[in-house]
């Protein structure tokens, strides 16, 4: 089975970012950190989230992109460690 596809948009100095991507690297999942303030126009315009970071997650099997911000360890689990 295909790993999901994990990005983390997040900004410098942000600590609901650090702890996401804390988060990540303890459950030894592959993730792409990419910059939310040079997405903001799309974060802003499309997912109308305020609050870094913003996490997307896709199903390799659906191509479904799932998002959600802010760090949230259920929402990481749900997504990330659910059989």
């Not at 997650?57 to 460690?81: I, M, R």
Request: with cysteine.
């Amino acid at each position: 089975m295909a790993q999901k596809e994990v990005t983390v948009y997040s900004k410098p100095a942000c600590a609901q970012c650090t702890a996401t991507k804390r988060w990540l690297t303890s459950k030894e999942i592959d993730f792409v950190e990419d910059d939310a303030v040079g997405n903001l126009d799309h974060i802003l315009a499309l997912l109308r989230f305020k609050q870094a970071p913003v996490i997307r997650v896709v199903d390799p099997q659906s191509g479904t992109a799932t998002f959600w911000y802010g760090y949230n360890p259920g929402e990481l689990e749900k997504h990330l460690l659910a059989a």
